[in-house]
């Protein structure tokens, strides 16, 4: 009976290890889940403000990208309307290049029937007539 009796004491006191040791088990386990929800909220906060800067952020540097386009926009808006101008300055500098390029001819071929009529024998006009050619070849005339 003693053997029962020793048996039964050391049951009695693994039963209350047990107890003692679910008891200290579940508070830290309740303390886990506490913290388990703590640090959640946290984490969703914590991604909440992350989303709010990274939004502000790339508003800020969107509005700065629109300021920078509308200011290009506008540069080139300004250098089509000086090519626009600009063309038409070429057509009349080409015109009026056409023009002087004609009276020029016309003075040139009278300059040329004056020094004939007036100065020139028929030696110096075919010499005359030698160099405009060579002239004409080289792109001077």
């Known amino acids: 009976m003693m053997t029962l009796a020793l048996s039964d004491y050391w049951t009695i006191g693994m039963f ?14 309740l303390y886990v889940r506490q913290n388990t929800s703590r640090v959640g909220a946290l984490e969703k906060n914590l991604e909440q403000r992350a989303e709010q800067l990274i939004e502000s952020k790339l508003s800020g540097v969107a509005s700065h990208l629109e300021g920078v386009i ?5 540069r080139v808006s300004n ?6 101008s ?7 500098l080409d ?5 002087l ?11 040329k029937d004056y020094l004939h009529k007036h100065f020139a024998t028929k030696d110096d006009t075919i010499v005359l007539h030698k160099r405009i050619d060579v ?6 005339l």
């Open 16 to 29: 209350a290890v047990n107890l003692v040791f679910n008891a200290v088990l579940a508070i830290a386990l």
């Open 70 to 74: 509308g200011v290009v926009n506008e």
């Open 79 to 84: 250098i089509r309307e000086r090519l626009a």
């Open 86 to 92: 600009g063309d038409a300055n070429f057509a009349d």
């Open 95 to 99: 015109k009026r290049d056409r023009e």
């Open 101 to 111: 390029e004609a009276r020029f001819a016309l003075r040139f071929d009278q300059l």
């Open 135 to 140: 002239l004409k070849q080289q792109g001077q």
